[in-house]
């Protein structure tokens, strides 16, 4: 049976333990041919040991496929942008460069752009993504928007990011503290934030042009 429609992709970074739980069972998605699509960040690796997961947004406008001169990325009818297809990518990066979250990959010995895409073999059929399923602290959850609220009381969920001038929105979201000012994510403004969950680093401010 096809997922609800209600059914959405969520992140909470505060959640992630670093266990690349998620890293190891993207590798067994069928589409990934052995490859994990997703990779674990350090936030601030000088001070913290507090990683995030990456995955593909899934933007509304993905700028990856707007600038794929092969118009090898398609986007699903349900809002899932796909890996590159193989007959028309012509491996030129344009991708990899244009994407604001820095996720597609360019598999340089098949030539072809590899990412993230919702494990669509699964969730096509019902069934969750495969770094969703594992992740043992829910730092990656798939659900709806009235689980998370009944299981994140102090967050909510965010999918609209601003870079720049330019707005995005996604179909995957971002667990956010419910208190915060917004409703739309500054990515440029947030990278001198610490994470969520932790104390602010005073001494990454001090010292005038630090």
Do not use: W
């Not at 890293?23 to 699509?37: L, P």
């Not at 602290?137 to 330019?166: D, I």
């Amino acid at each position: 049976m096809p997922v609800p429609e209600r059914f959405e992709f969520f992140i909470d970074a505060s959640r992630c333990i670093g266990c690349q739980s998620c890293v190891q069972a993207c590798a067994e998605c069928d589409t990934h041919k052995g490859q994990s699509m997703i990779q674990l960040d350090y936030l601030d690796r000088q001070h913290s040991t507090q990683t995030l997961p990456v995955v593909c947004m899934h933007c509304d406008s993905p700028t990856c496929a707007e600038v794929c001169p092969a118009d090898a990325i398609k986007r699903t009818e349900d809002g899932v942008v796909q890996t590159a297809r193989k007959p028309r990518c012509i491996a030129c990066n344009n991708c990899v460069l244009a994407c604001p979250f820095g996720v597609p990959k360019m598999n340089t010995r098949m030539n072809l752009m590899m990412k993230c895409d919702m494990c669509y073999d699964r969730t096509s059929v019902g069934l969750k993504p495969m770094c969703a399923s594992v992740c043992p602290s829910q730092a990656l959850a798939f659900g709806t928007r009235e689980e998370m609220a009944r299981l994140r009381p102090r967050a909510k969920p965010v999918n609209s990011f601003v870079f720049g001038a330019q707005l995005i929105r996604t179909k995957v979201n971002v667990m956010v503290p419910d208190d915060a000012r917004k409703e739309v994510v500054d990515v440029t403004a947030a990278m001198f934030e610490p994470a969520i969950g932790h104390d602010v680093l005073d001494d990454v401010f001090e010292g005038g042009d630090a």
